[in-house]
């Protein structure tokens, strides 16, 4: 038995130890490190970013994490190691600064518009915001949670239609892709998710006067491990530079 | 050991203490009686349970073929069997999208012809729970029938047994603690699953928002109704994996 | 009705068991006879009884019991074990255990009729067999010597044309196998269709027996009556177990004797007939009269010598006589030649004594 209790031991200092080291390397490492959390609709455009900044500035690494703007807002206050929020609504962005958790001004360096998407081929002849009400089509749009949701039911509202939703998506992307594959017939996503999807799904405009915008703003976190790094970012992003990649990919800029 | 043990232990309950501690537990009980939570109830138990009962049905003579009957391939059917324990969820739902969605394999012409159709219906998220929890049933099962004394069986032959009244009255009954087993952990995963069912059916109120999926979306905007849901949870499953333990799983 | 010497049981075939082991064997049981079937482990005792019980078919020949063919392969036959009618005890018992003993005995008894009808059915056997009180415990609590019963009264049960006891007292130590011995030597004479044993004890299949096969690597080596296998072996094998020295002797007023010869015991053994058997390395060869403790001891004189090897047998006259083995070393030692006066010596403790009926 004495034997077994200390290879048992062994075993788990060891386990225990190498964690240790893992944890400690990646702290080394961080000299040339920016973490971003950025809203699920930026995919597309923040990954050109990353791309464009990196060549730009050698030996930095930026890691960015996409998901819905509540979700991302939720692990920066329960504290995780971010340097960089870009937010999908101000709102999200709001309720950091009102927690102290924002560095300087949040600036918005971008704003969207929203767009139905139907699949290519329009399989369910969608023909615009009415057809939110109709039964007979699988009607999808993102949970009311996240950004996304809200200002579709904004527009919604405005049309003074009553949606017959078969599926509240997690976020815009799951709602993109379920529309691609055919698998709903229509759903409200950003003007840029059309954009990005390059053809797999097919836009159709909403009217102006229905319509809503959303701003997007971006912020250095106080307690950003890489502040220095985190502010030349921002200042790239909000920058002529930065600008001309957010109208390539078909954001409105502020 | 003692020690380690406890290191383990704690790494169980931890979770538990600091979920206990955000409970708002003056607002519970309007909490619990919410529509979300209640609807969420309500196709959490009906689905699990479906799942659990199809996974018998169903899982019953797989395990029984994989490990009584010789034939090619068995090895490559068992490993299919066994894939969704592997598959992260979410890609066993999509797959399942794939085969069963209105644009689907099978689940195109099943449209055209029927109009049946299994995303975003509850039936759908029994087909994905289902799809994720029954190979624990087989896996155990098979296990059990395999290490199993045959000759018991030979037994009750030479005692005028046919094949069927053997398989009633000694086979499942011998391997019953595992049985049980299989039962209580596929039951378990599909009161828990999640990615392949919002994948798969999609997320609707009153319809496919299973307890898992309820506590997602509410985590990022309603922290109080989050918390109440994951307490919900934590308790049934409780209630159910300590009563069963203690009834069934005493050895014959 | 099948006039009973028809209603034998014949088993006549062979099976592959491995590339390079093949049973090939040709039995035939008579209606209320027993016999046994005796071999060393290994040799396909329990394929027979699985080819017989309908557990393993056959590649050639046939069994049958009475002319009712249960297995033909030319002639495209086989009942499967379910509708044989051929009780089985098996070794380790095989009781259900997640069954009472009482629903044990009934379970070949519930087709056709209702669980009370076939509990009481099944009660009327446990008490033929002595285990009545045990009903309502689970084959786990119960000791070898009730297991046995239980098994035993389960395969009556079911009223089998043939009985088949698979090695019925292997799983037993020794104080219950002489017990069970008898149980068995009782239940067997009132079965009236064929029993065959399985066994590698000759104690066994002398006692129980009343004609024996020797099987040895598959295939039948021997047949005959207990005393012919005994007398007169015909493979190494046979002759090892007779080198068992197994002798009937009678006991009156305590004494036991063989042939008139007085034997010393170390049990008390209630007068008639009894079985003693002396093993072959208990039987200590002397050149001159031995004093000591030995309580058997007289001179006789050697008829056969066999060199095994470092091994040697010994073959004795009369008035008893008997095998004994020695060491190859010690015969050269003692200068033993065949002819030769020896004296024997024989602790009463070596000799053990079965009462015989």
């Known amino acids: 038995m004495g034997l077994i209790v200390t290879n048992w031991v062994r075993l788990s200092l060891l386990v225990v130890a190498s964690l240790v080291v893992a944890s400690c390397g990646s702290d080394q490492e961080s000299a040339g490190e920016v973490l971003v959390s950025a809203a699920a609709s930026l995919t597309d455009l923040f990954t050109e970013m990353e791309e464009s900044y990196e060549s730009e500035h050698p030996g930095v690494d930026v890691i960015v994490n996409f998901g819905g703007s509540p979700a991302l807002r939720e692990q920066i206050i329960q504290g995780a190691p971010v340097d960089v929020f870009a937010s999908a609504d101000l709102a999200n962005m709001e309720a950091l600064v009102e927690r102290n958790l924002v560095g300087g001004e949040p600036q918005v360096f971008a704003s969207n518009q929203l767009q139905i998407a139907v699949p290519s081929g329009n399989p369910g002849g969608v023909s615009g915001v009415s057809d939110f009400g109709d039964d007979a089509l699988l009607v999808g749009l993102c949970a009311e949670e996240v950004p996304c949701g809200r200002l579709a039911r904004e527009v919604l509202a405005n049309a003074g239609v009553m949606a017959a939703v078969d599926s509240n998506e997690p976020d815009v992307r799951a709602l993109l892709t379920k529309i691609e594959l055919g698998e709903l017939d229509l759903g409200i996503v950003y003007v840029t998710d059309v954009m990005a999807s390059e053809g797999s799904v097919e836009g159709i405009a909403i009217p102006d006067e229905v319509n809503v915008a959303t701003e997007y703003p971006i912020a250095v976190l106080s307690d950003a491990p890489n502040s220095d790094l985190a502010d030349d970012f921002v200042s790239w992003v909000t920058s002529d530079d930065g600008a001309a990649i957010v109208a390539e990919y078909g954001f409105r800029l502020p | ?252 | 009705m099948v006039a009973d010497h028809l209603r034998s049981l014949i088993a006549r075939f062979t099976v592959r068991r491995s590339e390079t082991f093949v049973v090939d064997v040709d039995l035939e049981v008579g209606h209320g006879e027993t016999v046994a079937l005796l071999g060393p482990n290994g040799a396909g005792k329990s394929s027979v009884v699985a080819a017989i019980a309908g557990l393993l078919p056959i590649d050639s020949g046939r069994i049958e019991i009475g002319g009712l063919l249960l297995d033909d392969p030319a002639a495209g036959v086989f009942s499967p074990p379910e509708v044989r009618k051929i009780g089985v005890v098996f070794q380790d018992f095989l009781l259900f255990p997640h069954l009472s003993v009482i629903d044990n005995i009934a379970f070949g008894l519930t087709r056709g009729r209702n669980r009370a009808e076939a509990r009481s059915i099944a009660g009327h056997w446990a008490e033929r067999l002595a285990v009545a009180s045990l009903s309502q415990q689970r084959p786990g609590d119960l000791s070898g010597g009730e297991a046995q019963r239980v098994a035993l009264a389960r395969a009556l049960a079911t009223t089998p044309d043939v009985l088949l006891l698979d090695e019925p007292l292997s799983a037993l130590d020794v104080t219950t196998r002489a017990e069970v011995r008898r149980l068995l030597s009782d239940h067997l004479s009132e079965f009236g269709g064929p029993r065959l044993i399985i066994t590698h004890d000759p104690t066994d299949a002398y006692l129980l027996a009343d004609r024996i096969y020797v099987i040895e690597n598959g295939a039948i080596t021997q047949s005959g009556s207990p005393d012919e296998i005994r007398l007169r072996p015909k493979t190494r094998y046979a002759a090892d177990l007779a080198g068992a020295n197994l002798h009937e002797g009678s006991v009156s007023d305590g004494v036991v004797s063989v042939d008139g010869h007085p034997v010393h015991v170390a049990e008390e053994v209630p007068d008639g007939r009894v079985l003693l058997a002396i093993p072959a390395t208990a039987v200590s060869i002397h050149t001159s009269a031995p004093g000591g403790s030995p309580r058997n001891s007289w001179s006789t004189s050697v008829e056969r010598l066999e060199h095994l090897g470092p091994r040697a047998r010994l073959r004795t006259g009369g008035p008893l006589p008997l095998t004994a083995e020695l060491t190859e070393a010690a015969l050269l030692d003692l200068g033993i030649e065949p002819g030769a006066t020896v004296w024997v010596a024989i602790k009463a403790t070596e000799i053990s004594v079965e009462p015989f009926e």
């Open chain 2, 1 to 252: 050991m003692v020690v380690l043990a406890g290191l383990g232990l704690a790494l169980f309950v931890l979770p538990l203490i600091g979920l206990l501690g955000r409970v708002p537990w003056a607002d519970l009980p309007a909490l619990l009686s919410s529509e979300v939570v209640t609807d969420a109830l309500r196709i959490s138990l009906i689905v699990s349970i479906l799942a659990t009962v199809i996974s018998l049905v169903l899982g019953v003579p797989i395990a029984w073929v994989l490990a009584r009957v010789e034939f090619p391939g068995r090895s490559l059917a068992r490993g299919v069997v066994t894939l969704p324990l592997v598959l992260p969820p979410v890609v066993g739902g999509a797959a399942l999208l794939f085969a069963l969605g209105r644009r689907g394999l099978v689940g195109e012409p099943l449209y055209e012809a029927t109009g049946l159709l299994l995303p975003f219906s509850t039936w759908g998220v029994v087909v994905a729970t289902t799809f994720v929890a029954m190979p624990f049933m087989v896996i155990t099962l098979e296990g059990a029938l395999r290490n199993m004394d045959l000759r018991y069986e030979g037994a009750a032959a030479s005692l005028g047994a046919s094949r069927g009244t053997v398989f009633r009255r000694v086979t499942l009954p011998m391997v019953a603690p595992s049985l049980v087993a299989g039962i209580v952990l596929t039951w378990a995963r599909a009161f828990g699953e999640f990615g392949a069912t919002v994948t798969f059916a999609g997320n609707l109120q009153g319809r496919t928002q299973s307890l898992p999926l309820a506590v997602f979306i509410a985590l990022e905007s309603d922290r109080a109704t989050a918390v109440t849901i994951s307490l919900m949870m934590v308790v049934i499953s409780l209630v159910v994996l300590v009563a069963l333990r203690d009834r069934w799983w005493r050895t014959t």
